[in-house]
């Protein structure tokens, strides 16, 4: 075990997680929507802080967040400036880490029980270890006055067994990104809306010699998208949370979802030597799709950032590339708009002061939101009603989509265990590497949640 | 160094050459047993749990983790590619690099550089090499340009994403980083060797090639012995080059034992089950080292220890 490991591990999970950084294209100044004066902040925050702030005790809140590098970073101290102006007896401790290291640093003071007031969280399976743990706050009395304010699919991520643990302050949605080049060449005119309208598609796109899908087989998570969507579709979301809270994945929708990735495995979609392209730098499927060695590729909403950075300067952000929701199963239980994604958003400590939710209800205001969707960083928010504040094309197709979705599927590694989306990812593989089935793959799914 | 022996206070004399040593030892002892016996000590008892690194340590699982390994196939599947580059390692890339060292062992125009270069590929970190490696066989890569260049096309194949392939592909890699270095240890090895044994042999009328195999080769036995030894271990760790290239992959056809046990610690969390995947390697790299130390490097250390 050399030191070099250490480096590897923070490498290889970084490759690994979804850090919603599409980066670039951010022109516009965060003051735009910021109003002048910071103690007229949220407009529709009907703030219970008014009164116990006027003569209360000084408190300190400890505030752990991940957007280390500008303009998310700037937002945030910014909105934590104008709360402590606000609030003079409220001091913010600002602690910021880069994702990485974010989770060994939080890992290490939740074993220690020196669990910060207000920390970053991606909900699902990770925050219902912290509050089995007894670390996280129950916030659902605190924020039954304004919960509303908040898209309910993603606060729906940060519940456990039905309290709130957490506020979402972003969502992103996987979806099918496009080279609308290659489209107009196979002369597709619009994007397929069902699954077997998207294997024709599929088909058209070959018959005219266009790779039709990149995939990053290395990646095994880019993969285990297709197959975690289907199982959406044909399980629905009752389905899901059945499966994903109890465990039992035993459900057949699960080999039906096997059975219809397989119809598009068998139509060999994939760019040569897939299974070990890397979904980012030379050789990923982002490249790929950047020199059009790949017409498609199911992916979150950051992707336009990676096609960027993958062209060698041949393609600017978001140039030529279009999107589509993933296309509805006929027949399924699934609604045909639910989608699949995460975001950030952050949880409540369990000794954290009173103040710390009301600063967080600030974090998440309309005005907060707005002025993060002004900065098209990628962080789509979601307070209801800030949607349109987020300008960059690119991003506003994804919120269309995700504006029609009435459940989003978190990604199952974060929804249960990592434990557990390990063994999905590594299942589905065996998928389009030709050495599984859909029974298989089911079977691994379900023996490895009983585990 | 010779102690003087059979004394008559051999015992106590011992006892004080010992207090001597173990107070010249102790620094190295307490730093050893910080970073080397605490952490082997601290993963065995990991590996009892069923742990995620953030709950706290109470479900104590027994031997659980160690069934559950030696019951998956994966992981069994990561011993065999272990053993898989162990034998080929042993069977080509120390051949090859023998040979190499035989030859460059001549006096020759030249023989510096080509030392330089056999030896230049160790020198790059692994992760480097992995990458470099990576591009170089990646579709659209240097490869497949050159193999087209020469009328070869259909030559090439994305070799490192062939479940048939990877790990062929992946042991052209470890040899073409680790041969320069066995060969370096071959022809430190060659030059102890005096001239005048194998001039003697030549005089006795031995052939070039019997003045090899029965002057040469049994000299250069110690050197090997070593080169083999580091060989076999340096096989059962593997992981960087791994890890960067395929992670393990397509569909764990280039898994390693190292790769699993970190995907499953540090990817998974699963840091009870990653321990005893640890402790498992550590067993078998252990008693490896200490069969090969009693049986086959036993005459090459006696050699160069005295007794008191």
């Known amino acids: 075990m050399t030191s070099r490991w250490r480096l590897l591990s923070v490498m290889g999970v970084m490759a690994l997680m979804f850090s919603a950084c599409s980066g ?44 280390n590098n500008d303009p998310g970073l700037s937002l945030w101290k910014a909105l934590a400036d104008e ?64 919960k509303d304010t908040i898209n309910p699919g993603a606060l729906g991520m940060y519940q456990v067994d039905g309290k709130n643990y957490g506020i979402p302050f972003d969502l992103g949605l996987v979806g099918f990104w496009y080279n609308t080049k290659s489209f107009t060449d196979a002369g597709i005119t619009t994007p397929p809306k069902t699954w077997d309208e998207f294997l024709t598609t599929v088909q058209t796109l070959k018959a005219k010699g266009i790779t039709p899908i990149a995939l990053a087989g290395k990646d095994t998570w880019t993969g285990a998208f297709y197959w975690a969507y289907l199982a959406v579709r044909n399980a629905g979301q009752a389905g899901m949370e059945k499966a994903v809270v109890s465990g039992d994945w035993s459900d057949p929708a699960f080999v039906k979802a096997g059975e219809q990735f397989k119809q598009l495995i068998d139509l060999k979609p994939f760019q040569k030597g897939f299974l070990a392209a890397p979904w980012d730098g030379a050789g990923s499927g982002a490249a790929a799709m950047a020199t059009y060695n790949g017409a498609m590729q199911l992916m979150g909403q950051w992707l336009p950032g990676t096609v960027n950075a993958n062209s060698g300067g041949s393609r600017a952000m978001g140039e030529g590339l279009g999107w589509f929701p993933f296309p509805a199963v006929e027949g399924a239980a699934g609604d045909p708009f639910d989608g699949l994604g995460g975001g950030n958003g952050f949880a409540v400590g369990k000794d954290a002061p009173p103040e710390t939710v009301d600063f967080l209800h600030y974090l998440v205001s309309l005005d907060a939101a707005n002025r993060w969707g002004a900065l098209n960083s990628g962080i789509l928010p979601t307070t209801n009603g800030s949607e349109a504040s987020t300008t960059d094309p690119m991003l506003s197709l994804v919120l ?41 793959v089911a079977q691994a799914i379900n023996a490895a949640a009983g585990q | 160094m010779a102690t003087d022996v059979g004394s008559s206070s051999r015992t106590g004399r011992n006892l004080r050459a010992w207090g001597v040593a173990g107070l010249f030892m102790l620094p190295a002892l307490a730093l050893y047993a910080l970073f080397v016996l605490f952490p082997i000590v601290q993963a065995a008892r990991f590996s009892l749990f069923d742990w995620n690194g953030l709950e706290a340590l ?195 056809f280039s898994n390693t034992m190292a790769v699993y046990m970190f995907d499953r610690g540090f990817v998974r969390f699963q840091f009870g089950y990653g321990s005893a995947v640890a402790v498992i390697l550590f067993l078998i790299c252990f008693v490896l080292a200490l069969a090969y130390q009693r049986w086959v490097l036993r005459r090459d250390t006696e050699g160069a220890t005295t007794y008191g």
């Open chain 2, 58 to 252: 109470d479900k104590f699982i027994g031997l659980a983790n160690f069934e559950r390994a030696l019951a998956d196939p994966v992981f069994l599947g990561a011993v065999s590619h272990n053993a898989f580059i162990v034998i080929l390692s042993l069977a080509v890339q120390i051949p090859f690099a023998l040979g190499l060292a035989l030859m460059l062992n001549r006096k020759f125009r030249g023989r510096a550089i080509l030392r330089l270069i056999f030896f230049a590929p160790y020198v790059i970190a692994e992760v480097i090499t992995a990458i470099v490696w990576s591009l170089l066989l990646q579709p659209n890569g240097l490869a497949e340009h050159l193999l087209t260049a020469i009328g070869l096309e259909d030559a090439y194949s994305p070799w490192l994403a062939d479940t048939d392939t990877v790990l062929i592909a992946l042991f052209f890699i470890i040899t073409w980083k680790y041969f320069g270095f066995h060969m370096i240890l071959l022809l430190a090895g060659l030059q102890g060797i005096p001239r005048e044994i194998e001039e003697a042999a030549a005089i006795d009328g031995a052939s070039r090639w019997q003045g090899i195999r029965y002057v040469t080769l049994p000299l250069l036995g110690p050197t090997i012995r070593v080169s083999v030894f580091l060989s076999i271990i340096g096989s059962l760790q593997l992981f960087d080059l791994v890890w960067v290239t395929t992670r393990g992959g397509p569909v764990n």
């Open chain 1, 83 to 146: 709360y402590m102006a606000a609030h003079p007896n409220v001091k913010i401790d600002i602690q910021v880490n880069e994702n990485e290291a974010f989770k060994t640093k939080l890992t290490t003071l939740l074993q220690q029980g020196d669990v910060p007031d207000l920390f970053q969280t991606w909900g699902g399976g990770g925050l219902r270890q912290q509050v089995e743990a007894g670390l996280v706050k129950d916030i659902t009395a605190d924020i039954a006055s304004w």
């Open chain 1, 24 to 67: 670039g294209g951010a022109t516009t100044s965060p003051s735009a929507a910021a109003s002048g004066a910071p103690s007229a902040a949220p407009s529709e925050a009907a703030s219970p802080s008014t009164a116990p702030s006027e003569a209360a005790a000084p408190v300190t809140i400890t505030w752990y967040h991940i957007q």
């Open chain 1, 400 to 440: 269309e989509g995700r504006a029609k979705a009435k459940f989003v599927q978190l990604y199952l590694d974060q929804a249960t265990t990592p434990e557990l989306g390990g063994a999905i990812n590594e299942a589905v593989a065996t998928l389009y590497a030709g050495t599984g089935t859909p029974e298989s």
